[in-house]
């Protein structure tokens, strides 16, 4: 019986000995949470990590690693940044060194010293464009379209000119041009309703329509205008996307000059017109067909350089006009031009004709992109 007494004694004294002490030098070290470097460092402090926290003790050395570069800072979890490092990246790797010889590594999150440099925008290939990506019922920037100028609203009346010289029924509010929330700007066309009241030259107006215009905000002059849009079609719809010379208000037309760049007949959605009109030489235009007509998105383009102006669809050239060409005719296309979109209803082009059943429209305008050709090509805002 003391026999059994004595050695349950020396089994729980060996216990207590390994419970106490030594077995920790045959315990599996490991690292419970990771060292720490501060969120924000500012350059020229002294920064300070959190060490790891493990189970078991042990010996601590630091790397750190600042722009790529790599620092020893021995048993010291410090490090002096300068000025001279803001933006640069910094990171720190703690090695443990445990009894048993075992050595685990925790490492910090990247950090960024300072301010952080913003990566430098990429170059818009484009001296001027419009993308519309904007939400849904965002109408267009004032700065670059001008909405209230008596040369892109109402009948006409206002410049002298009723039904722009062309008998349209429409009258023109610009900003009723909006973005559909799907990258696209659309200017719709619509019959008018009981409460409108809009006076046409005609008597009430029976249309009111979208027409905008960057006289007085942004001209051009030369380069490469392309317009990617599409459209409802419908008989009596005459839409365009068209240039007149920026000296309209005082010359008037034809001398200003105009540049047809796509304009279309409702119930043609086949057929494309690009057109020049200029004092003694009007309509030297050319047509071709559209593959798979106006409905689908296409892109229409001019390449305008001195003396020479070219017309393309989707890329492929179908018209061109050059000074030498328009009879000894003065050439009035090397001077600032602003740009036009609009949904006219009715007048000559289309026969003074509107269907009866048509009684809403619409163009869809993608994008537009304006740059340089060759060299050529300058944006001039007011």
């Not at 060996?14 to 720490?36: D, E, F, M, N, W």
């Not at 790397?63 to 990246?89: C, E, M, Q, V």
């Not at 799907?182 to 019959?191: C, H, R």
């Not at 279309?264 to 690009?274: C, Q, R, T, V």
Request: include cysteine; proline fraction near 5%; charged fraction near 15%.
């Amino acid at each position: 019986m003391f026999r059994k007494l004595a050695s349950a004694l020396v089994s729980a004294a060996l216990l207590i000995t390994i419970a106490g002490g030594s077995a920790q030098a045959y315990a599996s070290p490991r690292i419970v949470k990771a060292v720490i470097i501060p969120a924000t460092i500012q350059p020229g402090v002294i920064v300070r990590l959190t060490p790891a926290v493990t189970n078991l003790k042990s010996t601590r050395t630091y790397a750190w690693y600042l722009a790529g570069h790599r620092i020893l800072t021995g048993k010291s979890p410090a490090l002096k940044t300068f000025a001279s490092d803001n933006g640069s990246s910094l990171y720190a790797i703690e090695s443990l060194k445990f009894a048993n010889k075992k050595v685990l590594t925790s490492r910090t999150k990247t950090v960024t010293v300072g301010t952080a440099v913003p990566p430098t925008p990429p170059t818009s290939p484009y001296l001027w464009s419009q993308e519309f990506n904007e939400a849904s019922g965002t109408g267009v920037n004032s700065s670059d379209f001008n909405l209230t100028s008596p040369f892109g609203t109402g009948d006409g009346s206002d410049i002298g000119n009723p039904g722009w010289g062309n008998n349209e029924r429409q009258w023109y509010l610009p900003t009723t041009a909006k973005t559909d929330g799907q990258g696209n700007l659309v200017l719709p066309a619509l019959k008018t309703v009981a409460g409108d009241n809009y006076s046409c030259y005609y008597g009430t107006c029976t249309w009111k329509s979208a027409k905008l215009i960057t006289l007085g905000k942004i001209g051009f002059k030369y380069g490469r205008i392309e317009v990617r849009a599409k459209l409802s079609g419908g008989q009596g719809q005459w839409p365009a996307i068209w240039m007149l010379g920026a000296n309209q208000p005082s010359v008037n037309w034809p001398q200003c000059g105009e540049i047809d760049i796509a304009e279309w007949k409702g119930d043609l959605p086949n057929m494309l017109w690009g057109t020049l009109h200029g004092p003694g030489y009007l309509n030297q235009g050319s047509t071709t067909s559209i593959a798979g007509g106006f409905t689908g998105y296409h892109t229409y383009r001019i390449d305008w350089i001195p003396n020479q102006i070219t017309w393309y669809l989707d890329g492929v050239q179908y018209h061109q006009m050059k000074a030498s060409g328009i009879g000894g005719n003065t050439w009035v296309f090397n001077s600032e031009q602003y740009l036009i979109l609009n949904v006219a209803m009715g007048g000559a082009f289309v026969g003074n004709q509107i269907g009866s059943g048509v009684t809403q429209t619409s163009m869809s305008v993608d994008w537009i992109h304006y740059s340089t050709l060759d060299g050529n090509g300058t944006l001039i805002r007011h």
